[in-house]
T-cell receptor, first 114, second 114 residues
Framework: AQSVTQLDSQVPVFEEAPVELRCNYSSSVSVYLFWYVQYPNQGLQLLLKYLSGSTLVKGINGFEAEFNKSQTSFHLRKPSVHISDTAEYFCALDSGGGADGLTFGKGTHLIIQP | EAQVTQNPRYLITVTGKKLTVTCSQNMNHEYMSWYRQDPGLGLRQIYYSMNVEVTDKGDVPEGYKVSRKEKRNFPLILESPSPNQTSLYFC?????????????FGAGSRLTVL
């Protein structure tokens, strides 16, 4: 069975400060990993994805994530956050073995303080 | 504009009154899926469809039905809604089912069952 653990349910951070949102996963096979963002009252949209190749993945809005196979992690980072980054962030995993969809973490609410 | 459209966006209903949440995509995607989002639980898959007339259960299918008679539409049916189905529902689609394909999400349908 596969699973995704987002270690923090809420992360408060001051504007222009760096942020890291943590994600660990468990899977017995190779995985594809995703970060999705949900702005207030909206659906989810893709921030970035890791399929293969370079372990450092860059996404939209200045976010990046690093795939670490030995630590089974896929942490999301941004060097300087803005008020507009306030949102719910979901880490998700797919083992590529079937059509039963993504396994999502429970989400991390990023709260930007002025 | 490429999109997934869900209706209604908001609905308050009473226990036992059948309802349907519609989902339509204009991208000629083969794969479609329904998720529910609950606080502290993240997103959980209800049902998915690989193509027309092909549907299968996700992680939390109890109390729901789906159909896929046309490629573009994937309605979610609650035959006899109960209060524990109060949730935020998302429809999503992708070109095919491959773990590498990115899901496009609808804006969500917030359902309250009294």
């Amino acid at each position: 069975a596969q699973s995704v653990t987002q270690l923090d349910s809420q992360v408060p951070v001051f504007e222009e400060a760096p942020v890291e949102l943590r994600c660990n996963y468990s899977s017995s096979v190779s995985v594809y990993l995703f970060w999705y963002v949900q702005y207030p009252n909206q659906g989810l949209q893709l921030l970035l994805k890791y399929l293969s190749g370079s372990t450092l993945v860059k996404g939209i809005n200045g976010f990046e994530a690093e795939f670490n196979k030995s630590q089974t992690s896929f942490h999301l980072r941004k060097p300087s956050v803005h008020i507009s980054d306030t949102a719910e962030y979901f880490c998700a995993l797919d083992s590529g073995g079937g059509a039963d969809g993504l396994t999502f973490g429970k989400g991390t609410h990023l709260i930007i303080q002025p | 504009e490429a999109q997934v459209t869900q209706n209604p966006r908001y609905l308050i209903t009473v226990t036992g009154k059948k309802l349907t949440v519609t989902c339509s995509q204009n991208m000629n995607h083969e794969y479609m899926s329904w998720y529910r989002q609950d606080p502290g639980l993240g997103l959980r898959q209800i049902y998915y469809s690989m193509n027309v007339e092909v549907t299968d259960k996700g992680d939390v299918p109890e109390g729901y039905k789906v159909s896929r008679k046309e490629k573009r539409n994937f309605p979610l049916i609650l035959e006899s809604p109960s209060p524990n189905q109060t949730s935020l529902y998302f429809c999503a689609s992708s070109l095919t089912y491959s773990g590498a394909n990115v899901l496009t999400f609808g804006a969500g349908s917030r359902l309250t069952v009294l």
